[in-house]
């Protein structure tokens, strides 16, 4: 395959994008201002925030008192009280509140409340578990002195000195997955997911031009192999998807403080969905006749798949079977594989499906958009 | 003389409809040569075959010593090509097409300045050439997209319909530049519905038809496959049928109609030189007061194998 062709054909279909004003505004404004927005309504910051848990209970209760005390001292929770049961559950329901913990008074039986398959809930279950059981193990112990013949207040003595010394031994959890991310830690890799693909759709629509105004079939009357021909043209799709990518990452890591993750794990995923991107804009290009379609078609497809993949909103909050229905797509995939990453202590081996997935996926849309493409520019 | 192109029983069938069959012809350095037919009788296929966007079902195709089929970088190389379309980036500049195109040919980096300043002084658009192509007018965008073809300097320029929507001017500006191109020994092939433009620059012309070349010649060889009759046109005032049956007794006619109340027609051979004599045999009878010679042209040798104009 000679180079300069390859090389032609990327340069003059990189000029045109970079004259496409409309086209540059949504790649390098749009998806910032998705990020500042959606993240702000999300929380903002770009640390995994504080998962709210709501509370029924009585202070008076000196047990949920106890409970009160540590689940407020966990760093991970945000308690709020809340009036009555059913309230709780409502806010659970409807994704207010990562879980609900329920203490009737003079009992030491703690009612969680909490949707199933719901990463926020999971962990903010583990977090109330370890609040719970240090509440326990205090009951527990002061039970214990006092069965062996301690008043109450030596019991409390001993408990607190027994505290103080297990204080000095520091746990490190490395193990530190609490739900989903949220503020800009979520919405960065959800709008580069959603922008990549939007913005690699809109640009097939230069594509459709390419063909409707006959210069593909007068590049391949030129000594150039077909393959480098379309070669050329897919390279041209991938270096715009990845480069909104990575324009996203820089940006966000720069201005929002968002930590990608291992930089090789991070790179594959997006490289694979880069490709996946690419091969949409392709199959785009060669199935319309306008050019005006792309850019009619391209940004509602990928909202649709966008808010199937959890771009839009966490996907535990849409529920089990739209996050199956959202994993026959792409953008679910991806979401899990940057939100994986963005984990401290995890990398490429941590999202191997994921990115096989998304392989495969590209694989297919790559090789049937070329197929049609070639089809559709095979005649003049 | 070795010729440029040469292509022999061509033929492509579309799903059983034969849209070409059996098409050969050559053409010489220095030649061009006119494909004309009307629309759907196979001459965009036979284009297509010969820059290779096409596979033929049979039949070869030989540019400058290469084979299209076995060689195709090769022969592609020697072939410039402009197609009807304005097939060129609307949103890039005229010289940042032209440099496009320069490295689609593969022309080495240090010429491709130079090369590109050439064609736009050819092309006339030097003044334009960092304007954006969607800015040009309809002349300078033919002007450029023909431009485009002969950046590596083809041995074969092929045309399909260069000049459609062109104004008068910048089309004389394309025949020109055309004319001094052949002038240089570069082979052309031009398909156009301008009839008067294929006779202008072409030397030899096919007719094709339902996939089929029905004829090919000279425009002289051309015109004489239907007969060098010339048509006499007559407005006359006076005794018009009287006048009508003189005429038809007058040697060299061969045939004399009435085509209206004061109008006559007829088909002589020599009509220019035999128009004294009809005007001095009507003289007397009917004073002529308009007359028309029409000699057999291109058109009517058309009209004549295709049955159709060449704008059906």
Redesign the interface.
Known sequence: MRPHPVFALVAANLRRHSRDRVGLFFIVVMPFVSIIFVGMALGGGAAASRLPVGVVAQDADPVAAAVLAELRAHPDLEITAVGDEEELRAGVRGGALAAGVVIPPGSTRLELVMTQSNGSGMAARSAVDASVGRVAGVIEATRAATSAGATPARAAELVRQAQAASADVEVVNSDTASGTPRGFAYTAPANLLLFTFINSMAVAAALVESRRIGMLPRAFTAPVRRGAVLFGEALSRFIVAAAQAVLIMVVSSLLFGVSWGEPLGVAAVVGVFALVATGAAILMGSLVRSSAQPSAIGPPLGIVLGMLGGCLWPAEAAGPTLDTIGHLFPHAWGMDALLTLSRPGTGLADVLLEVAVLGLMAAVLLSLSLVLFSRRTRTL | MTSTLTCENLSKTYGGVVAVRDVGFTVAPGEAYGLLGPNGAGK?TTI?ML????KPDTGTVVVGGADLAAD???A??K?G?V?Q????????TGR?NLR??C????LPRREVRARVEEVLDLVGLADRADAKLDTYSGGMKRRINIGAALLHRPELLILDEPTVGVDPQSRKSILDGLERLVADGMALIYTSHYMEEVERICSRVAIIDHGSIVAEGTRHELVELVGGADRIELTLDGDVETALAKLRGLGGVTEAVRTSAASVRLIAEGGRYLLPSVISTVDGIAAVTAVEVVEPDLEATFLHLTGSTLRD
């Open positions: 965009t297509s820059v290779g966007l096409l195709p970088m090769a592609k190389a072939i090509y197609p379309e304005i097939a060129l980036y609307p949103d890039l940042e496009f195109f490295r689609l040919f593969g």
